[in-house]
């Protein structure tokens, strides 16, 4: 994510009520201001919104500056401040900056310029900070990595790579089964890159159709198509400078895979319906649940796009592939829904916990954490059972163990099944990696029960 000073609210705090106003206007072309008379109105206004910057004189009646930076950093202390004050002794700026403000600035202030450029650096220091937080959160605060990842050798293997090509340049192609962490792995590379102060940016190409993946990419000019009412930029150039994810790259057409190639090779793009070539400078990570070189055997995907982004391939395994993480991960998201609810501290009792290792996870880490949190807001105890984990679970480890399915019950699932992806297919028309989005199934599960309904999701395109 990329540090934008414009993102951030302001509060000048200052009786006097004409440097109020100068400061206020000046500062107001670029950050989003507030203004309040008295150290009681700033605390009323802190209290009522979000801000993460107080610049605050320190002489004022009443309450004072550094009465207001104390009551500031007791219950905000998050929030930045900034003392501009022409009275304060020596002792009380010092008093100040012990109390918490980070910089100080005398009146008159000569130069608004370089009030502004202090206030940027205050709060890009502030953004650092916040950074290195999330990405603790994100990477789970872990010496070894991610408990969200695991701590199977398959996964230490996998994050060690990372660590060695994150920091480089190098074009990624991410490959792995639908719902193994494709794009929070992207994030964790970015995260890890030269690039991380600089925005990341996804997309996920099998989603949209191609005339609207080309615009939402390259950006379009307006009056290039209907609907295109005004000029926008694509994600190349809002990545400018970052890293653009294109996850399931290979469900686009060779048209596309075209024009996407030559962006790669020239590090130019022309938006639709423009005449201008425009520089981009991104670091690309690609990602697929799809062979891609089956695909381009097959002649869906190009084979020079392939080998221009197999440059790095990592292989991300899939849950069932390494079940002794599956309990560290399950708890790890446990303790996120309690926190997320509100809800007392919960723990897997020990059937549970067998039938979580046992099952197949077909939808990996999507479907873990999507069951977890069923099983947690059903939960009325303070043990996860087998019966709070979602249905399916009881019924093949229950039901499905004694069943003995007859003809008819077969023909009346199947045709059900029928009726359901037909029905999802056609609202979505024909997209399946949509259909297998709202199924709550993984892709490949999808393409294989459409194959055995003979159901062809390519009648369904253009649909409604």
Known sequence: MKFNAGNYRLLLVDDDVAALELFTEYLGSEFRVDAASSAQEALDKLSAGEYHLVITDLVMPGMDGLQLIEAIKDKWED????????QATVRTAVDAMKAGAEELVM????DLDLLAILIRRVLHKKWLQSENRRLNDLLGNDESGSK?????????????????????????????????????LAQIIHEKSQRREHKFVSINCGALTETLLESTLFGHKRGAFTGAVKDKIGLFEEANGGTLFLDEVSETSGSFQVKLLNAIERGFIRNVGGEKEISVDVRLIFATNRDLRKAVDEGSFRKDLFFRINVINLQIPSLKERKEDILMMAKVFLHEVCEKYNLPKLSFSQKASQILRENKWEGNIRELKNSIEHAA???????????????????????????????????????FERIYFENLLRKNRGNVTITARD???????????????GIDPQKHRGAN
């Open 439 to 453: 199924s709550g199934l993984a892709r490949q599960c999808v393409y294989r029960k459409l194959e055995s309904l």
């Open 107 to 110: 009146k008159p202030v000569s």
């Open 148 to 184: 969200i990842l695991g701590s199977s050798k398959e996964m230490q293997n996998l994050l060690s790579k990372i660590n060695k090509i994150a920091p480089l340049e190098t074009t990624i192609l991410l490959t792995g089964e639908t719902g193994v962490g494709k794009s929070f």
């Open 377 to 415: 807001v059903m939960c009325d105890g303070d043990k996860i059972l087998p019966e709070h984990l979602p249905d399916h679970f009881n019924q093949e480890n229950d039901t499905f163990e004694c069943l003995q399915e007859g003809d008819g019950y077969k023909i009346a699932r199947e045709n």
């Open 79 to 86: 929030i930045a401040i900034i003392v501009i004050s022409g």
